[in-house]
Structure formats: structure tokens, C-alpha cells
């Protein structure tokens, strides 16, 4: 791996450690100005995503709303893929995020698609089973008014 693929990772790797810290101050430093975050699997099974942030400030609301819902969030069985040409870095991992408040586990498989230019995340993709989601069976106002909102 040269240089370049270690940036990226090394970007890639501190923007997931502060989703997992919900921490949306070491967020957005990492943040590119055009920064956007998708959800593309949609829970009602249409083609269309789920969610789009598509500015830091959506970004920022989006990863707050986790912070607000869930005390614990961590990916775990990390596996990370550079592209060959450094500007994507991939996730493969499982979620272990707990709501103490709603007394929840929530445990999904989850792939994330990281792009990166010159040490600052650029746009995310977040693949996990919208199923999965659902069956927790609570209300997602947060990130719904955010998206709704933009």
C-alpha cells in the first residue's frame, strides 16, 4: 500500500471512529464542503435511497440523530478495501449499536463506501438491510426530518 492508499484509510478509519464515538465535532472536521451521506436501500423496497444528506450540515444532523437514539454504536469484524486508485475506501463490518433508553439492540451487516480527496471525506455510502432497521419497530423522526428538511 502506498502512501496515498494510506491516507485514504487513514481518513476512511477516523470518520467511521467518530460515527462510532457519535461524535459530530471530529465529524466534520474530516468533512469535505461538498460532503453527502446516503442510505440507498430504501425500507419500502423502492429503488429509490432511503435517505440523502447532501450537505455537511444534513451529514452533521444525520450523524447527531444517531447520537440522540443510541448510547453505543460500533462496527465490529472491520474489513477495509482501498481502491486501487485511493479515492474509495470500503467497509465491511457488523453493527453492535444499542438504545439503553428503548432498551434495543440492533445488530445489522453493514458496507460502506467512503470517498476521499486530500484527507477529507467527500460522499458515503451506507449499505445495511433495511429490514433489519424496521423490525426495531421505532420511529426514525430524526433522520426523517433532516432529510425532509433539506
Do not use: C
Given at each position: 500500500m502506498n502512501s496515498v492508499h494510506?491516507?485514504?484509510l487513514e481518513t476512511a478509519q477516523a470518520f467511521i471512529t467518530a460515527f462510532e464515538n457519535r461524535d459530530p465535532a471530529a465529524v466534520a472536521a474530516l468533512l469535505s464542503p461538498e460532503a453527502t451521506f446516503t442510505i440507498p436501500l430504501s425500507i419500502t423496497g423502492t429503488p429509490e435511497p432511503w435517505y440523502v444528506f447532501d450537505s455537511p450540515a444534513a451529514v452533521l444532523a444525520y450523524i447527531g440523530s444517531v447520537a440522540a437514539k443510541f448510547d453505543?454504536?460500533?462496527f465490529l469484524d472491520k474489513v477495509w478495501t482501498v481502491s486501487e486508485d485511493a479515492r474509495s475506501v470500503f467497509l465491511q463490518a457488523n453493527g453492535d449499536i444499542l438504545s439503553s433508553a428503548e432498551k434495543l439492540v440492533y445488530n445489522n451487516v453493514y458496507i460502506f463506501r467512503i470517498d476521499v480527496a486530500d484527507g477529507h471525506?467527500?460522499?458515503?455510502w451506507e449499505y445495511a438491510n433495511p429490514v433489519a432497521y424496521a423490525n426495531l419497530g421505532i420511529a426514525d423522526s430524526e433522520a426523517e426530518a433532516t432529510a425532509q428538511n433539506r
Amino acid at each position: 500500500m502506498n502512501s496515498v492508499h494510506q491516507k485514504s484509510l487513514e481518513t476512511a478509519q477516523a470518520f467511521i471512529t467518530a460515527f462510532e464515538n457519535r461524535d459530530p465535532a471530529a465529524v466534520a472536521a474530516l468533512l469535505s464542503p461538498e460532503a453527502t451521506f446516503t442510505i440507498p436501500l430504501s425500507i419500502t423496497g423502492t429503488p429509490e435511497p432511503w435517505y440523502v444528506f447532501d450537505s455537511p450540515a444534513a451529514v452533521l444532523a444525520y450523524i447527531g440523530s444517531v447520537a440522540a437514539k443510541f448510547d453505543h454504536v460500533a462496527f465490529l469484524d472491520k474489513v477495509w478495501t482501498v481502491s486501487e486508485d485511493a479515492r474509495s475506501v470500503f467497509l465491511q463490518a457488523n453493527g453492535d449499536i444499542l438504545s439503553s433508553a428503548e432498551k434495543l439492540v440492533y445488530n445489522n451487516v453493514y458496507i460502506f463506501r467512503i470517498d476521499v480527496a486530500d484527507g477529507h471525506v467527500l460522499k458515503v455510502w451506507e449499505y445495511a438491510n433495511p429490514v433489519a432497521y424496521a423490525n426495531l419497530g421505532i420511529a426514525d423522526s430524526e433522520a426523517e426530518a433532516t432529510a425532509q428538511n433539506r
